[in-house]
């Protein structure tokens, strides 16, 4: 049986990043909501300046642009499992968008934001300093589909899996995620649990060199709940009488994907616009 069966925190989710509002608020849009994903390498020694800067100068900047509608929100995200050398990505910073995402912002918008923000450096200055101590890895675009829950809050865990769907079984794939991992989750919350459940699709970059083209997220409060996951033992029979985990996970889903990787994160900024 695979490890997302013993534990909730394996099970498929966001992004991407879909740390995305509910997809509710979204209904009557004629775009869906998207979010654009950074995978950021923190040079070796400059963990603490780079928190720092992210604090210091990251949070009032975003939020001097969230208030101008630039985006909707906005996370960094910490990695957890794995960490070190070994880490793809020291941090992930994701922006989320109401609809399609517009492009960056330019100078211009950047340096009204710095003003705006009261920070003590200039856009150029701020550029330096990031660059000295961290860079990027790599910009993705993604999808929302579905999302069950809150949003994330600073201190959550996030645990982001990453999907090889196979060539045509995105629908299936999908379906077998509302229609398995979706009802756990809603009669979680109805019996008074926490959490969150995501899931969207890679819109950019794109092409069968890519290792994954969709992702799931899973958002709990604490290292409790993400390590201790659902009650499955307790929760699968009423919501799945019919269906084993077996046949879930050993039979249904390896027939519509792989799994590339699983990560873990903290939140440790979010904003949002101030209403």
């Known amino acids: 049986m695979s490890t997302r069966v013993r534990t909730f925190a394996s099970f498929a989710a966001a992004t991407v990043i879909a740390l995305a509002p509910s997809l509710a608020s979204a209904q009557g849009q004629s775009e869906p909501p998207t979010t654009r994903g950074y995978c950021v390498k923190v040079a070796p020694g400059k963990g603490a300046e780079f928190r720092a800067l992210l604090h210091d100068v990251g949070v009032p900047l975003n939020q001097a642009l969230a208030n101008t509608g630039a985006f909707e929100w906005y996370v960094a995200l910490r990695s957890v499992i794995p960490a070190g050398s070994s880490a793809a990505c020291d941090y992930r910073i994701v922006y989320g968008f109401k609809g399609l995402p517009p492009e960056p912002a330019s100078p211009e918008r950047l340096d009204a934001a710095m003003k705006s923000a009261k920070v003590a450096m200039t856009r150029e200055q701020f550029i330096a300093k990031r660059d000295a101590v961290s860079s990027l890895v790599s910009t993705e675009i993604w999808q929302g589909i579905d999302v069950v829950g809150p949003d994330a809050t600073p201190g959550s ?116 616009p101030m209403r």
């Open 157 to 272: 865990y996030v645990r982001i899996s990453h999907y090889k769907v196979k060539d045509g079984a995105f629908g299936d794939w999908v379906r077998l995620e509302q229609s398995i991992w979706k009802p756990l989750m809603e009669a979680w919350l109805k019996e008074g649990g926490k959490g969150s459940w995501r899931v969207s699709s890679l819109m950019m970059p794109s092409g069968d060199v890519m290792p994954y083209n969709a992702l799931t997220v899973d958002i709990f409060p604490d290292w409790s709940g993400i390590v201790r996951g659902l009650p499955l033992d307790t929760l699968w029979p009423k919501v799945h009488p019919n269906l084993t985990t077996e046949q879930a996970f050993d039979h249904q889903m390896p027939g519509v994907r792989s799994i590339h990787d699983i990560e873990v994160y903290q939140v440790e900024e979010v904003v949002r």
